[in-house]
């Protein structure tokens, strides 16, 4: 079984930190998530419609029942899932 124990070396178990379209950023812990947020702009954590330079690949799916992966969404805390097939993060209203 793979280690979850974060990088930073603070011996806490790490979890993935993902922007607010969903995009993977990191794996972080409690401990080290703020420095780590700092090296990106604040804006890509709160607005979906941050400005890019570059496409960002797929459109978001605005209803997560209508994916087609809608079995296979799992949890990634704070009442949000991901589908493991197209990545898109949905909340649970």
């Known amino acids: 079984m793979a280690s979850r124990e974060c990088r930073c070396g603070s011996g806490l178990t790490h979890h993935a930190l993902y922007d607010a379209r969903g995009i993977f950023v990191s794996y972080v812990c409690t401990k ?19 400005w890019t330079d570059e496409e960002v690949e797929g459109d978001p799916v605005a209803d997560p029942w209508l ?25 649970d209203e």
């Open 67 to 91: 994916c087609d992966h809608k079995h296979d969404l799992v949890a990634i805390g704070n009442g949000f899932h991901r589908c493991i097939h197209c990545g898109e993060k949905f909340f």
């Open 32 to 50: 080290c998530e703020p420095s780590v947020r700092d090296r990106y702009r604040a804006d890509i954590f709160t607005d979906a419609d941050y």
